[in-house]
């Protein structure tokens, strides 16, 4: 009965932990471009509480999780063959609290470390060159088109002798293009994309070895309708779509593993100081068919300034 619930908690870290929230992300405004060596740390804090759907995988009811996420995150502009492009790093660290009932019984678990982290660059291909903090003064945004590549590697904490870990002990790729077009104050972004999985080769059963285990392409689609009171104070309604991910142990796929889903959620950021913004955002679950339903609260606290990195 352990081991079950054992694996039916990796269950709920594979499909509704960090790296298949990967899959949920709403982030607008990804594509809006900024003055070249512009940078930006942000420290975030997140909050996930919600129950989980194993679409009858396993006997477990009433599973729920709970977890916060303290994130740091280092943004950069620059000129990539005189287009406008940025990278960022992001290193979060995770703890969780995660339960549900097997048979009657009630069982819990607790996890606290590092999670695996993540890189991003994005290049424009339309309508924003890359510009000095002047030029940038007298631009304004029509419409943009640009293209991205994040990469998740597998820096969090793992053990094979483990289930439950934070790290996936595999690489995550998601190639994605954005589309963002203003119409005074408004502003509409767009972006389709998908992520593909590496093999976790050590992946542990609760058996006497490891097998490898294996996730099919996610594929996403995001849209954002954001307004502007303000120079950097802006307001935006967020929603996503997403489908696939079924997993598969020694290449034998479990179809009832196949995500499909979609959140909705608000974001606004306000200025506090010349260098220095707040961002606060809420989002929900609109429809999840396998994995976590998860409420999700965020505020981050964002300095920002031009120059080279030192």
Known sequence: MRIIFKLALTIVLATCSLSSLHAQDLAPRA???????????????????????FNGTIPVTNATGTYYLSIINYY??????????????????????????????HRSLYRSGLADSSFRFSVNLMGGPAMQPREMAKWKQKRLLGVSLRVVAPTGQYSSTKLINWGANRWAFKPEIGYSERRGHWLFDGYAGGWFYTTNQSYFTGGAAVQPQSESPILSLEGHLSYDVKPRFWLSLDG???????????????????????????????PITK?????????????ISFGGNYQSVSVGWQYSWFGRPN
């Open 275 to 287: 260098h220095q913004s707040i961002k606060a955002s809420y989002s929900n679950g609109t429809y």
């Open 240 to 270: 996503n779509f997403w489908w696939g991910g079924i997993t598969s142990l020694s290449g034998i796929q479990n179809l009832a593993t196949k995500q499909i889903g979609s959140r909705i959620g608000g974001t606004v950021s306000v």
């Open 31 to 53: 594509y809006v471009i900024t003055p070249v060596h512009s940078n930006a740390i942000t420290i975030t804090w997140a909050f996930f509480d919600g129950g989980v759907n």
């Open 76 to 105: 950069h502009s620059m000129s990539f063959f005189g287009r406008s492009a940025n990278m960022t790093v992001l290193l979060p660290y995770a703890v969780g609290n995660f339960e549900g009932d097997l048979a009657g019984q």
